[in-house]
């Protein structure tokens, strides 16, 4: 989301820290995924010396949630749609990692599996326009 002006970024910022901007992410994890949908919870810390990457850190971690539903199983693999509620560094890349216990297909930085491309797609963005006050659904189809 790009503003063409200083008054209309403010105001897509401020609806981006006060969570009206609703966000929907798709992705592959490369397992079975058995339960079909949650909320994951937990603290995500971003070490000084060691950016971008995040960790769980139950001490000094800010709190994050995200929620997930299982959309299709194809083979040994899961569809997944994550809504994070909110917008941390990496959230659903580590939700998926340290949440689930499988991180997202492609992602080498938390899984570690090697594949030709990271397999997260945003997939809406819906916020309210700054000037007109109506709502603005962004739709981008997945493309894998």
Same mark, same amino acid.
């Given at each position: 989301?790009l503003?063409?002006?200083?008054?209309i970024?403010?105001?897509?910022?401020? $609806?981006? $820290?006060?969570? $009206?901007?609703e966000?929907?992410?798709?992705?592959?994890?490369?397992?079975i995924?058995?339960?079909?949908?949650?909320?994951?919870?937990?603290?995500?810390w971003? =070490?000084? $010396?060691?950016?971008?990457?995040?960790?769980?850190?139950?001490?000094? /971690?800010?709190?994050?949630?995200?929620?997930?539903?299982?959309?299709?199983?194809? /083979?040994?693999?899961?569809?997944?749609?994550?809504?994070?509620?909110? /917008?941390?560094?990496?959230?659903?890349?580590?939700?998926?990692?340290?949440?689930? /216990?499988?991180?997202?297909?492609?992602?080498?930085?938390?899984?570690?599996?090697?594949?030709?491309?990271?397999?997260? =797609?945003?997939k809406?963005?819906?916020?309210?326009?700054?000037?007109?006050?109506?709502?603005?659904?962004?739709?981008?189809?997945t493309?894998?």
């Open positions: 989301l503003a063409k002006s200083l008054d970024y403010r105001c897509l910022s401020q $609806q981006f $820290q006060q969570r $009206q901007v966000k929907i992410y798709e992705a592959i994890l490369p397992e995924i058995e339960q079909e949908s949650g909320i994951i919870v937990l603290p995500l971003g =070490h000084p $010396q060691n950016r971008p990457y995040q960790t769980v850190d139950w001490q000094r /971690g800010k709190a994050s949630q995200t929620y997930f539903k299982v959309i299709g199983k194809e /083979g040994n693999y899961s569809r997944l749609e994550f809504i994070p509620y909110t /917008g941390r560094t990496h959230q659903i890349r580590v939700h998926s990692q340290a949440g689930l /216990g499988i991180g997202i297909l492609g992602d080498f930085l938390y899984n570690g599996k090697q594949s030709d491309r990271l397999y997260l =797609h945003a809406q963005l819906s916020f309210r326009h700054p000037q007109t006050e109506t709502k603005i659904d962004l739709i981008i189809p493309p894998f």
